[in-house]
């Protein structure tokens, strides 16, 4: 079954810092990968996503996410990271499982960000 | 453009009752898609909906059931709910096979 890690549960940073999120997955066939991010009170949406092509895939608000197949990883980075890019952030893979594409979710990450 | 809409986004139930959820998808999203998030935990997958037909389902007891009407709006349904049944249910539609999905505000379910 494919499985998705998220190695950091709670992140505090201060403004201007970089951020760097782990995800990797098990799956060993073709994934699309996504990062979604869940703001303070607000529904889960799509951040940036990944299908084919350049495995540096760039997302909103200056986030980007570099696919590395080797190492089934799909790292979140961002250089100078806001208050306002306070949230939750989970790493999700879609993929065949028992003859039907299911999209799977990691355990998320808080980060915290400190003006 | 109306999002992904779900009712009621709160509830409170005791343990033994019977909860249905809803969700309208977004115009033109034929698939719908269900999970449950726990506190502290990422979303795990129960059902997905294609054209009104089960496309998949998660590692959830049969206590748990779903459907997709004509209009492509969806219920889930949970019987002899349990303590443990306490969560935020999200629904999700899409336009395509691609696993990118768009989320309604949730459903937080209490049960006591």
């Known amino acids: 079954a494919q499985s998705v890690s998220q190695h950091n549960h709670h992140v505090i940073l201060s403004e201007a810092a970089s951020l760097e999120l782990g995800c990797n997955y098990s799956?060993?066939?073709?994934?699309?990968l996504f990062w979604y991010v869940q703001y303070p009170g607000q529904h889960l949406q799509l951040l940036l996503k990944?299908?084919?092509?350049?495995?540096l895939v760039k997302g909103i608000k200056g986030f980007e996410a570099e696919f590395i197949k080797s190492k089934f990883s799909f790292n979140l980075r961002k250089p100078s990271v806001q208050w306002s890019d306070t949230a939750e952030y989970f790493c999700?893979?879609?993929?065949?499982?028992?003859?039907?594409?299911?999209?799977?979710f990691g355990t998320g990450t808080k980060l915290q960000v400190i003006p | 453009d109306a999002g992904v809409t779900q009712s009621p986004t709160h509830l409170i139930k005791t343990r033994g009752q019977q909860v249905t959820l809803r969700c309208s998808p977004i115009?033109?999203?034929?698939?719908v898609s269900w999970y449950q998030q726990v506190l502290g935990q990422g979303p795990q997958f129960i059902f997905q909906?294609?054209?009104?037909?089960?496309?998949g389902r998660g590692n959830f007891p049969d206590r748990f059931s779903a459907r997709q009407f004509p209009n492509y709006s969806s219920e889930l349904n949970v019987n002899a709910l349990l303590l443990g049944d306490s969560a935020l249910y999200l629904c999700?539609?899409?336009?395509?096979?691609?696993?990118?999905?768009?989320f309604g505000e949730g459903s937080r379910l209490t049960v006591l």
């Open positions: 999700a539609s899409s336009l395509s096979n691609t696993g990118e999905l768009f």
């Open positions: 799956y060993g066939g073709t994934v699309n």
């Open positions: 990944y299908f084919s092509g350049d495995p």
């Open positions: 999700a893979v879609n993929a065949w499982s028992g003859g039907y594409q299911k999209v799977t």
């Open positions: 115009s033109g999203h034929k698939s």
């Open positions: 909906y294609y054209e009104k037909e089960e496309r």
